[in-house]
């Protein structure tokens, strides 16, 4: 079984082999001409006022939290995805059973409609 | 042992280039298509037809000055390029582009690895890409190119959830998360007529993911410049928009694989056929993609790009919640009928 | 050749740990964050946990971390201090925690304590994504449902505490 994930460790050894033998090449190519306006933010022409990494809306930190939540629900379907025919054979709880976990998911979304943490305006 | 491991690393090989090639190749026919669609030639002075083009264009941007802006943070700077391209070219390696052959007296399949996680493995990297993208529109210090990452990000994790839901369908009916197993459950029935709606979901939500039109809010020319990649020139521009074109054509490819029977042919067998057979195989896989590819490049110059909060509306509120109808809908069918 | 890749994960997972404590760049720290998650997803591969290594980057690498990130990157902290002064109270619980933890892997080390339990029964084939099923919807049905109403108690929770924010 471990066998079959053999390749992706080899493969991942030479991609990042790859990557690091381009970066390497192409710094030996290019050209270096420095001059100071050339390391300024470019902003369409006009001289960069203030530092760039300010604060930005709290909205996507709130987008961030609930995905968390929700990426978590989605990882549970996927082991009931697979023995949800064999399961069946049983009797059908297994429906049942997903039945009251999304049911609890879809609460939360639509709690998460109502108090507008999904509006952008 | 050895013969195992020279095998791997050939498919490897195989792949990388093949991708490396087909992004080159797919980045002129974008320009092509843009030009067929504008009423006009597109590049055509680089060899004939321009299909010399990927080549002066790759040759260009590896011989070009490489700014690192005076305020960046330079380590992370550095790194998001490579943090997009490596998982867009790992990605690829359990699809399976062929049925296979039989050499040196073993099976060969055409795929890197055949694991049996193989659709949570590619929605596992396709999860880790989002760092390239944040980090380097953070680190750039630019104010452009930290809204492109926080917007783009923002937009792929809200979209990863309809990707994954739609998958379930397909799940349940499988029953297995190998990708071989979805295609051979896929001979004589594609999954688009079971699951359509999934298909529509899924199509959707990997446009989305890719950043391509209309959801290129990450880069939005008109309003950011070019979004998190502003500042970055040369070779590690060029490392972006491989990552980006490698991730095109990987979500090609999957859709083929998930819904449109992968590598098989329709009514055609192609695993008795041999070696004929396996020749099929990646034709019939090949020419499947290409059209999504092309699909892809038709979106791009007939559809005008959505506002921010349209894209979150599209995916939280229409999406998701059409998903867990179709899941359900499916499972009780599945129960019931 | 398991054993070798168990060395080269545990190393970077190792190294990775460290530099999240060490460093004084909050940034680097989240990085060297999602590098220890993946080299441990690397070890449960090795442990044959093939579902658990792809959940592990998944939930953390592809969404806890990303979370992390974006509070960083909102609140825009400086470097932070390189060390704690004697007086700060957090030293002093800083030390006891240290002192708690290495008697722990000193104990475990030396087998005088058995933190980990009897495994039960085979190894082989416990990890995949099947048997994972198989055991979560019949033996682990409760813990399960239990599981949603938690992650619906979070979900409320994250947003009222945003609610201000929010209209």
Known sequence: MLGEYLPLFFLGVIVFGLIAVMLFLVRLLQPKRRSETDLEPYESGTTPTSFARTRFSVKFFIIAIIFIIFDIEVVFMYPWAVVFKELLNIGTFIFIEMLTFLGILVVGLIYVWKMGALEWD | MLTDIAIIITKIMIVIGGTFTAVAYLILAERKVAGFVQERYGPNRVGIWGLL??????????????????????????LAPAMVLAPALVTFAVVPFGSGIDAFGRHIAFQIADINIGILFIFAITSIGVYGVVLGGWSSNNKYSLLGGVRSSAQMISYELALGLSVVGILLLT??????????????????????????????????????????????????????????????????????????????????????????????????????????SVVSFAVKTGFFLFLYLWVRWTLPRFRYDQLMHLGWKILLPLALLNLLFTAAWITYV | MTESLF?????????????????????????SLVITLFSLAGIFLLLEAYFLAVVQIIIYAGAIMVLFLFVIMLLNPGKEAKFLSLTDPRTLIVTLLSIAFIGMIFSLVSGSVNYIGEVMGSVEELGTTRNIGLTLFTKYLLPFEIASLLLLVALVGAVLMTKRNLR
């Open chain 3, 7 to 31: 060395f080269i994960f545990a190393t970077m997972a190792i190294v990775s740990a460290l530099t999240v404590v060490v460093t004084r760049n909050p940034i680097y720290s989240a990085v």
């Open chain 2, 175 to 280: 029953g297995s998360l190998r990708l071989n197993d979805i295609v051979e459950a896929q001979i004589g029935m594609w999954n688009v007529f079971r699951q359509p709606v999934a298909f529509m979901i899924f199509l959707v939500a990997v446009f989305a993911e890719t950043n391509r039109l209309p959801f290129d809010l990450a880069e939005s020319e008109q309003e950011l410049i070019a979004g998190y990649h502003i500042e970055y020139s040369g070779f590690k521009y060029s490392m972006f928009m491989l990552g980006e074109y490698s991730n095109i054509i990987t979500a090609s490819a999957l859709i083929v694989t998930l819904f449109f029977g992968g590598w098989t042919v329709p009514f055609i067998d192609v695993t008795k056929l041999g070696h004929l057979g396996a020749f099929l």
């Open chain 2, 53 to 78: 083009q990927p080549i002066a264009d790759g040759v260009k941007t590896m011989l070009k000055e490489d700014i690192t802006p005076a305020k960046a943070n330079r380590i992370i700077y550095h």
